[in-house]
């Protein structure tokens, strides 16, 4: 059988974030300042999701033929699979058409968070929803054909739930080939590429109300942490990656499994760099050191805003004010660089609180601050506890970047505009470049001026040369 994936990178799209809903760039409002804030972002080649890589290994291990392609759709294929975003929608859906267009008519499939969340985005459309995790597909590929019948001049999609995977161990490594992974690089965590995006776990146990990643399941599944080195391993000698994104929502929730992945990631052939997201209070600085020592250059966390009441208003448990702190000091004495998430644009919000939210970043002082406007997430609690404050339905602003709430005394642009004034306050400032200079562009701790070097790429590597045999 021939299946196509389609997929798109218009409209900036990094499919694989907000679990899977898929975020934009920020839009580089304010000037040239503002610019240059997007132009840093826009660097990279995020690899494209991940359910992608893993479709392509799973259909070719049912022995299927499998093309990859960027908004075009190929003519003859059987099968279509979309994974659609929240911001692409629109051009999802007349990809859809276009192939449905075709006569025989292919069967057309509609996978990820979006198939679950907004089924009524695909109304219309003779499509096959898949509910449920993608990988599924490795062993219910023929049961959502046959219940997807015969392809009809119908309207509506039909529905398949096909659950979870049980066993993530059981799934084969993502197959990255069709991809040109040489490209994919995220310049934000890492300065050795190509980079690839890699799995310990899925799902999280906490339960944050505005939370896409927990929209479908609220507990936790992990892999072998030796068959994730053995997949870094693979990745480095089929495609070349140095450096790898761990798309966990929650690393380092089991301690133990943590220390062996470690263990085993310091046996690989070569050094490696690797990123991580996780909470403050869950990666302590045993935790921090050790993966330090086998390549750990970023962190990603949530800070969100200082304001405790809002977090525990939207049910984020809230973290003391110091540990965040130390902690962001502890990962720059480490070498670390630490991108943390801060949230404006609550329909509460005032000038002053958004500016309080700015403050605050800059007295933590992570190496890169990405605030995000709020967004009500289809299937979260805070999408029905908001829905009657949500000014815009037109699904292709949800880019986190750009307002779509009704505020109670701020007006759309005035979020926007103070959005771009946290953006460049942000960068914009000699405090960011001495505390962070080093970190950002490595190649400066060749030259031992100013200030202290933070653990280095160079020095990493020698800690883990094997100590020289004794005379
Ligand atoms: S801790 Fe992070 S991943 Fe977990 S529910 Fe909260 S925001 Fe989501």
Redesign the pocket.
Known sequence: MRVVLWDTRRRDVAKDFAGGFGVGQYLGRGGLAGWVVRWAFKRDRRPVALAFAYLAAIFRRLGHQVEYSEDQVPPGADVYVFHPSLITLDLERQAIEAALAQSPRPKVLVTGILAHALPEAFAGLNVTLVRGEVEQLLWKFDDVLSAAGEPTESDGPVTVNVGSVRDLDALPFPDWSLFEPRQFRIAYDFWRFPTAYIQQSRG?????NY?P??VVEKSTRFRQPELVAAEMRHGMATHGFRSFKFRD??FGLDRSRVFQLAEAIGRLPRPVQFSIEG?IDLLRPDVLSELRRVGLTSVTV?IETPDEGTLRYYK?APIKDDRQREFVALCRSLGIRTVAGFMIGFPDDTLRSIDAVLKYARLVSPTFANFNVVTPYPGTEFFEEVREQIASFDFTRYNVYTPVMKYRYLSADDVARAHARCFIGYYFRSHWLADHARLVWPWLNRWPFGGPQPAGDAQIIRERRPPAKAA
Do not use: D, E, K, Q
């Open positions: 999280c146990t906490f339960s944050c939370c990643y927990i929502p929650l909470r949530g984020r």
